[in-house]
């Protein structure tokens, strides 16, 4: 286990984080008290569910969906900035 205080922490930041990712405990003390632990995220590796079931429900997609935009709206897309 590596213990640092506040300060070689700031200092060293980096060099604790390849530490804690190499597997080895990281822990940042203040006045010699342990405070807190350098852990790694263990990120969520499962696929998505993207299938239709998935999104049924959720969204709703207009009937007009791909219907020409109204004649005001599509002068504002197409208006010049100055």
Same mark, same amino acid.
């Given at each position: 286990?590596?213990?640092?205080?506040? $300060?070689? *922490?700031?200092?060293?930041?980096?060099?604790?984080?390849?530490? *804690?990712?190499? #597997?080895?405990?990281?822990?940042?003390?203040?006045? #010699?008290?342990?405070?807190?632990?350098? $852990?790694?995220?263990?990120?969520?590796?499962? +696929?998505?569910?993207? $299938?239709? *079931?998935?999104?049924?429900?959720?969204?709703?997609? #207009? &009937? &007009?969906?791909?219907? +020409?935009? +109204?004649? &005001?709206?599509?002068?504002?897309?197409?208006?010049? $900035? *100055?």
């Amino acid at each position: 286990m590596r213990i640092a205080n506040i $300060t070689e *922490a700031k200092a060293q930041l980096s060099r604790l984080v390849d530490a *804690a990712l190499a #597997g080895e405990e990281v822990v940042i003390s203040r006045a #010699g008290r342990p405070l807190v632990r350098l $852990t790694v995220v263990e990120l969520d590796q499962r +696929p998505r569910d993207l $299938t239709r *079931a998935f999104w049924e429900g959720r969204v709703r997609i #207009g &009937d &007009d969906f791909d219907a +020409p935009l +109204p004649e &005001d709206v599509l002068r504002a897309f197409e208006a010049e $900035t *100055a």
